[in-house]
C-alpha cells in the first residue's frame, strides 16, 4: 500500500509540476519548474525499474535540457521581449 | 550481390553526410556529384533486381523482426527508392550551381543534403514502427535546417512553424506506436498485420490507428494543417523547395497509406476514410484557390502543393471496404499521383527558382512580357504545369484517370468533383503564370539567361512526368511486385 | 513492326520535330525557321498523300500499345482519319506559306511556329486517334497550344480572349473526361469501331448510356462551338489571321465536330444513337445554332467577327448532317468538313490580307477594296458565293447533298433550316460584296497599288488563290472519285451499315 | 491494474496538459517546453502499457532512450533557431505572416500595382 | 471573454484527447499481447556481446535506430551551427564573475569528467552508457563555459566539424565493414561484439557531448543574413 502511496503521489506531483510548467507567470519560473519535472521524471523511471531512462532523463532531460532553457530564457527575457501569453491558434 | 546493394544503398547518403561536412562548398559539390552518381547507380541496380527477383525482406544486423529491425524491399519502395534518387540527383545538381558558393553557411547544405536523402531511404524501406518514427525525425530536421539555412528572419520564422508542426505529427506518431507496442507487443507493421489478421482483437488500437494518421497528415500538410507549408517551401531556395514539395511531404503520406492499407481494413471505419478524403478535397479546392491569389512565384507552387497533396488522400475512402479492383485502382493513381507530382513539383521550384534568377524578382508579375525571351525555364515550368493540371498524356492525368475510375466503380461519385473541379483549379493558377508571360506591353528589356546545365535540370524533370504518362503501366507493374517468397503484402 | 504501322507516327512526329527544332532555333533565323517549316509540312503531305492512297486500298494503319492499366494508346488510319488528316496536312502547308508572309517583320516568331507546328500535331493527333482516350490526349493537347497562339499578340484585348478561351475549352475537356470516364466505367476501352459498340445493348443501359452522351456531345461541343457553348469563338478573333484560320477552317472547331462524329458513328453507332432518339435532340440544337450564329453575324460590323459567327452557324451543317442519319445526309455533313473548311479558310486568308495590306477591319472599310486587292477580293467572292451555297461551288454541294438526305429520312424541316440558313448567309455575306465591288473608295489606302508587282505579298496572295480554285474544283468535279465528296462516300460505305 | 499502467494514464493526461499548452501557448519557447512535456507523456505510456503485463522490457526502455535523444536534439535545435529569430525580430512568437495575397478582385488589378 | 472562446475548443480538443488515448489505453491493457519481446531478447542476449539488455537493444539488436538517431543528433548540430553566426567565444555577456560559481567549478567539473566515464564504462553491464555519459559530458562543458573558459574548438571550424561527425562515422564504418564481408549491413561479428560496442560508444560520447555543447554555444551574435530569392526586384 506504501508503494501505491509512493505512486500516487509522484504521479500528482508530475502533473502538478506539468501544470506549472506551463502556467507560471514567469518565463525563468517555468524552466526551473521544467527541470524539477525533469528530475521527477527520473524517479518515476526508477519506480519503472528503468535505471538507464532514469539516469538519461536525470543528465539530459533535466540537466541539459534544463542549462539550455534557461540560458535561452535569460536571453529572451532579456531582451526587447514580445507578450507572453499572446494566445493562438494552433500552428 | 544483393546485400552488397542494399549496404551501398544505406551507407553510401549517410558516409557523403560525414564527407560533405568535412569539406566547404566547392569541394562538398564534387564529392556529392560522386556520391550522386553512386546512389544513383546502387538504386538502379536494386530497382532492376526486385524487377528480376522480385521483393525481399532485409534484416538489419542480422536480427529478425519482432527483436531486430527488418527492412522491406518490394516493388512500391524501389520504386519511391528510385524517384528520390531521380529527383535528390536533379536537385542536387541544380544546387551545385545555383547556390552561392561564396557564402558560408551553404557548405552546410551537402551534409543536410544528404541526411534527408538517407532519411527518405529509411521511410521508403522501412517496416518496423519505431524506425520509421527515426526517418521520419531525420527528415523533418534536416528539411528544418534545409530552410532555416541562411537564417534570415522569415526563413526562421517559417522555419520554426515548421519545426513545430513537424515534432506535433511525430509525437502523435509516436504515441500510436506506444499503443501499438502495448497491444501487440512489436513493432514491425507486418507482424502486426498478421497479429491482427489472426484475431481481431485490435480493440483500442484504433485510437492509436488515428493518432498515428493525424500526425503524419500534419506533417504531410493535409488541409487544415497545411499552414506551415507554403511559408516552408516558398521561402527556401529553389533546390530545397523541390525537395520538400517532391519528397519530404510524401514521406510521412507514404508511411499513412502503407498503415492504412496494412491495418486499415480491421481497425479503420467509414468515417474516418470519408473523413481524410473529405479533407483532402477540401485541401484540393482551398490550396488551388490560394495559389490563385498569390504574387509570388513560389507562394504560387507552395499552394498548388497543398493542393496536389489533398489528390492523395482520396487514397483512403477508395481502399475502405471497397472491392479489390477498385482498391488497386486507388493504389496506382496514389503511386502515379506522387511520382508524378514529384516530378512535376521539382521541375516547377527549380525552374521557378532560374526564373526569379533570371528577371532578378519573385513576383508573378515580374514575368511579364518574358516569354519573348523563350526562358527554356518558362517551357519546364509549363509542361509540369500539364501535369499538375492532370491534362493527357502526363503521370498526373494517367492518376486522376485512375482515381476517376475507382470513385466510379466504388460508387463514390462525389470525388469527381473534386477531381475535375481541381483539375480546373489548378489550370488557372498554372495559366495566371503563363499568362503573365506573355504580356506584351511590358518595358522589360533585359533578361538574364540562367547557365544551360540549371536550365536543362527541369526540363529533364519535367519531361519524365510528362512521359510518365506513357509509361504508366510498366512502372506500376514494378510497384505491384512484392515478396519473393509470398509472403508480406 | 511494319513501316506501315509507323506511317501514323511519322505522320505525328513531322510536325512534333518540327516544333522542337523551331524551339531551338534563335528568333533571328528566320530562312532556317521557315524552312523548316515548309519541309515539315511538304513531308507530312506525302505521309499523309501515302496513307490516304493506302487506305484507298483497303489497307489499315495503326499501332497501339498500353498506357495506364485498361486504357491503350492506340494510332490508327481509316478512312474518316484521313479525310481529317489530308484536310489539317493540306492547310497545314498553305497556313505555314501563309502565316510566313503574315508575321512579317512581327516579334516572336519562333514562338509562333512552335506552338503552331504543335498545335498542327494535335489535329493530326485527332485524326488517328484510334480511341476515345487517345482522341482526348490531343484534344486536350490542342487546347493547350492554340493558347499561345490567340494571346500572341500580348495586348491586354488578346490576354482576356485567350482567358476565355481556356476557361471554355478546358471547362468542355474536364466534362468530356467525365464522359469518358463514365463510358469506360461501364464498358472498358472502346476503340473507334465503325457500326459502334452498342448495337445490342442491354436495355438497362440505356439510360446510362443517353446521360454519357450528353455529357460527351457537351464537352466536345464546346470546341464545335454549339449554341450555348459559342461564347469563346468571336472573342478569339483577336488572334492573327492564320491562327484565326487556323481555328476555324481546321484544328479546333472541327476537332469538336469531327469528335462528335467519332461518337456517333463509331462509339455509338449511328443507328443505336437514332434509336436511343439521341438523334432528335442534337439535329434540333444544330438547327437552332445554324439560324441563331447566321443571325448574329448579319449584325457584326467587324469582318472577322462576322466570319466567326458563319462559322457557328456553318459548323453544326455537319452535325445536323449526322443527325440526318441516312447515308445521303451522312455524306452531306462529311463533305461540309472539308469544304466549311476551304471557304472559310479562303475567308479568314482574305481578311487577313484586306487588314495586314490596307488596314480594314471594319465591314464599312472595305468600300472599293476590290479595285485595289482584285485577286484577294475575287478569292473572297468565291468563297462567300460558297457559303450562300451557290452552284456549283463546294457549299452548293453540302446543301443539295444534305437536302436530299433530309428528304430521305423524312426529315422536312431541315430544308427549311438550310433555306432560312442560306437566305441569312447572302443576308450578310452580299452587302459586304456589295461594298468591295461597287462602291467608291472612301478613304486613301495606305500604300497604292505599284504596277508590276503583287496587290500584296506573294505569300499572303496566293493561299487564298489555291484554297478559292480548290472549292471551285471540289464544286465542279464533285462526282469525281477523289473528290471530298467521292472520298466521303467511300467513308459511309465503309462507316455506315445502312 | 498495476503502477505501471498507473504511470501510462500519467503518461496520457500528460500527453493532454502538453497539448493544450502547445495549442493555447504562442511563446516559441514555452510552447518547447509544452512539447517537451508532451514527449514525456508519450515515452511513459510506452514503457508504462508495455511493462503493465510482462514487467520490465528493455526493448521499450531502449526506445524511450532514442526518443529522449531525439527529442533534446530537436529542442536543442529550436532553442538556436528561436533565440536567432528573437535577435532578428525580437519577437517570441510566431504571428501570422503578413499576408500577400491579392485583393479579392482577382488577377486584373494586380497589372496596375507598382512593382516593388 | 474572447480568450475564452480561444480556450474553449482547445480545452476540448484536449479533453476529448485524453478521454480517447485513456480510453483505449484501458482496452489495451486488458488483452495480452501475441509476441513475447523480452523472452525473446532475453534469448538472444548472450550473442549480443553485452549485459546490460538495454544497451543490447540500443547498440546491437536496434542498433539502426541509434545509427539513425545519432545522424538526427549529427543534423541538429549541423543546423545549429548553420544558422549561428558565432564570429568570437569571448563573448563578455557570458562570463560570469561569480566566485562561488567559480569555485563549484573546480570542484565539479572534474567530478563531472569521472562520472561521465563512469557511466561510459558502466554502460555494458549496468545502466548507463554513451548517452548519459555524454550528456553529463556536455553538462560540464557548459558549465566550463560559462565560467567562461575558452574552448576554442568549438568554433565552426574543421575541428567541431571532426568532432560532430566522428562517432557517427566510426559507428557506420563500423555497420558497412560488417557488410562487406558479406553480412548484412551492421551485423556484428560476435566475437567482436563486445569491443566493438565498446568503441561506439565511447566515441557516441565524445560526439554526443560534442553535439549539445556546439548547439549550446550556437548563441546569435551577429547580423549577417541573407536576402530571400529576389527578394530586391
Redo the contacts between chains.
Sequence with gaps: MAEWLLDVLLVIALLVTAGSVLWSRDLFRAVVFFIAFGLLMALAWVRLHAPDVALAEAAIGAGLTGVLLLDAARHLSNGKSGGDDNKEEPS | MTLWLMAGLLFTPLAWAVLTLLAGFRRGRVVTWLGIAIQVLVSLALWAVVVRDGGFQYPLGGWQAPLGIELRVDGLAVTFVLLTALVAAASGLHAGFYLDPDKQWHRYFWPLFWFLWAGLNVVWLGNDLFNLYVGLELISLSAVGLVALGGQSEALRAALRYLMAALLGSLAYLLGVALFYGEFGSLSLSGIASALGQDSSGDGTGFALVLMLFGLALKTALFPMHRWLPPAHGIARSPVSALLSALVVKGSFYIAARLWLELGAPLGSLALAQLLGLLGGMAVFWGGWQALRQRKLKQVVAYSSVAQIGYLFLLFPLTWNTTEAAALQAQQAMTLQVISHALAKAAMFLSAGNLIMSVGSNRVNALAGVSHFLPFSLFSFGLAGVSLMGLPPTGGFAAKWLFLQASLATGQWWWLVVLLGGGLLSAAYVFRVYRASFVEDSNIDHFFHPARRLEIIPMILALLSLGLGLMAEPVLSVMALTFANGEGT | MTTGALLPVFALMTSLTAAVIIFTLPEQKHQLRTAVNLIAAVLKLLLVGLMIWGVFQGREYGISFPMIPGVEFVLRADALAMLFAGLSASWWLLTTVYAVGYLEDSPNRSRFFGFFSLCVASTMGIALAGNLFTFFLFYEMLTLSTYPLVVHRGTQQALRAGRTYIIYTLTGGAVLLFGIAMLHGFSGDLPFRPGGHFADMSPDLQAPLTLVFVILIAGLGVKAAIVPLHGWLPTAMVAPAPVSALLHAVAVVKAGAFGIVRVVFEIYGLETANALGLLWGLAAIAAFTIIYGSARALSQSDLKRRLAFSTVSQVSYIILGLCLAGPVGVAGGLVHLVHQGVMKITLFFCAGNYAETLGIHRIDELDGAGRRMPGTSVAFTLAAFGMIGTPPLAGFITKWTMGTGALAAGMDWVIAVLVISSLLNAAYFLPVLNRIWFREQKNAWPEERQWGRFETSAWLLWPPLITAGFLVLAGLLASASFSPLGWVELIVAREVDL | MTPSLLYAFAGAALCGIGLFGFIVISHLLRKLLAFNLMGSGVFLVLVGLAQHRSGPDPVPQALVLTGIVVAIAATALAVVLIRRYFHLSGKTALEDPARDTLPHQGPREVREAPRE | MK?IL??LP??A???A??S??????????I????????G??GE?LDQSGVE???????L??????????I??????G????????TSSLEDPELRTSDTLLYALQRWLIPLMLLLAGY?LWAGSDR???A??AG??L??SG?LMRLGGIPMDFLRPG?ML??G??LG??VF?LV??TS??H???????PPELAKTLIVVIETVLTLS?AM??LA??V???VN???????????
Design positions: 480568450r480561444t480556450l482547445a480545452t480538443v484536449c479533453l484527447f485524453v480517447g488515448l485513456a480510453y483505449s489505453i484501458w482496452q489495451i491493457a488483452t495480452t499481447t501475441s509476441v513475447d519481446l523480452p525473446l531478447l538472444n546490460n539488455p538495454v544497451t543490447a537493444v540500443l546491437n539488436f536496434r542498433s539502426y535506430d541509434t545509427l539513425l538517431e545522424g538526427v543528433l549529427v543534423i541538429a549541423i543546423a545549429g551551427i548553420s544558422v549561428a553566426r557511466l545502466p548507463g552508457g548517452f548519459q550528456a553529463v556536455a553538462a557548459v574543421i566539424r571532426l560532430l561527425s557517427f562515422a557506420l555497420a558497412v557488410a562487406l558479406g553480412g548484412e549491413f551492421l551485423a556484428y554526443i553535439v549539445l548547439l549550446f550556437s548563441a546569435p547580423n549577417a543574413e541573407e536576402p530571400e530569392e529576389g527578394g530586391s526586384g
